[in-house]
């Protein structure tokens, strides 16, 4: 079984993934995306939303990072695939699941499932720009509004290539709304011959165990679960015990060290609300430090409490 940490923008960024990963149980994390419109785009934008190209494109745990690209145009997708792999990219992920109206109104991410034909041509013309052996892997949902494309797509993407595909098992219409119809995944798996990858909605070990029985799918991404209990993949996959409070509080410390040594430093106040936003679903007491954080505005201030 493998575990891949999801994609998650705004979110999980370089240090996030540095810090999820050294907790052990991730196999491959995918970057935020990066938007893909007509042109080569220059490697500083690789390379800030994806710093581990600096070290072979791996997370200082040694976890792969891949590059996910987001757009409609097959060459430009296909030109820019080729650039992040050049730089290190162990491989490449196509994004065909974003739900954002600015994204779908210029014809890219979820939008792109109500058309087969389309994510055919972009998952050949990407898979015959990126080198033999280099993965190419598709996340998408199962549908736009509805989940009549589902098979259909899942096959276009099969044929045209692909090495892998996640699927974030609901439409794009339903949004983040639970429950994910991972029973969805298991007919699509019955129609590729490639590994599928099941997503959405795995928030504890007894939920991975669900997703896989009703999914029929080995392999599991996770997103905000991982946020809400850090070392959920380890849990998942080799027993671990969920970590603790004490423990929590020495990753929240460890990440606002992080973070304050960064260029993205600035963001800080934002970015730790956040992630507790996400604990505190998980753990009451950060339920509580959450409130004593809410309504700071400056970096020091916050620090103060976090160091506690
Ligand atoms: C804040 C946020 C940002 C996300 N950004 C991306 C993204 O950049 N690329 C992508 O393919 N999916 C993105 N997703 C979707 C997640 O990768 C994942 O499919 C979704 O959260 C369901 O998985 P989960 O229930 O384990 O969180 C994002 C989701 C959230 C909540």
């Not at 595909?165 to 298991?186: D, F, M, Q, S």
Request: proline fraction near 6%.
């Amino acid at each position: 079984m493998r575990v891949f940490l999801a994609p998650m923008e705004g979110v999980v960024d370089y240090l996030m993934r540095d810090l999820l990963t050294s907790l052990g149980g991730i196999d491959l994390c995918i970057t935020e995306f990066v938007r893909v419109v007509d042109q080569l785009l220059p490697a500083r934008v690789f390379y800030r939303l994806c710093p581990e190209l600096h070290q072979h494109g791996r997370t200082h745990a040694g976890v792969p990072v891949r590059v996910q690209l987001l757009g409609q145009h097959p060459e430009w997708l296909a030109t820019n695939a080729q650039r992040a792999v050049e730089l290190g990219s162990p491989g490449i992920d196509l994004n065909f699941g974003c739900p954002a109206r600015t994204v779908n109104n210029s014809r890219g991410g979820a939008i792109l499932l109500t058309e087969p034909e389309g994510l055919y041509r972009i998952v050949a013309a990407v898979r015959s720009a990126v080198p033999n052996g280099f993965p190419v892997s598709v996340k998408m949902r199962l549908g736009y509004e509805d989940k009549t494309l589902a098979l259909e797509n899942a096959c276009a993407v099969a044929s045209a290539g692909a090495t892998e595909i996640i699927v974030h098992a609901r439409t794009k219409t339903e949004g983040y709304r639970p429950p994910a119809h991972w029973h969805w995944l298991a007919k699509i798996k019955s129609v590729i011959q490639i590994p599928l990858i099941a997503n959405g909605e795995i928030w504890t070990d007894e939920d991975a165990r669900q997703c896989q029985i009703l999914s029929h799918c080995h392999d599991l991404m996770i997103g905000r679960g991982a946020l809400a209990l850090p070392n959920l993949p380890a849990v998942i996959k080799k027993q671990q015990s969920p970590i603790n409070w004490s423990q929590i509080k020495d990753l929240l410390w460890q990440y606002t060290t992080y973070d304050l040594q960064h260029e993205k430093s600035r963001y800080y106040p934002h970015r730790i609300k956040q992630w507790l936003g996400y604990l505190r679903l998980q753990h009451p007491e950060a339920q509580c430090l959450f409130e004593r954080i809410k309504r700071l505005k400056t970096t020091d201030e916050i620090v103060e409490i976090i160091k506690g």
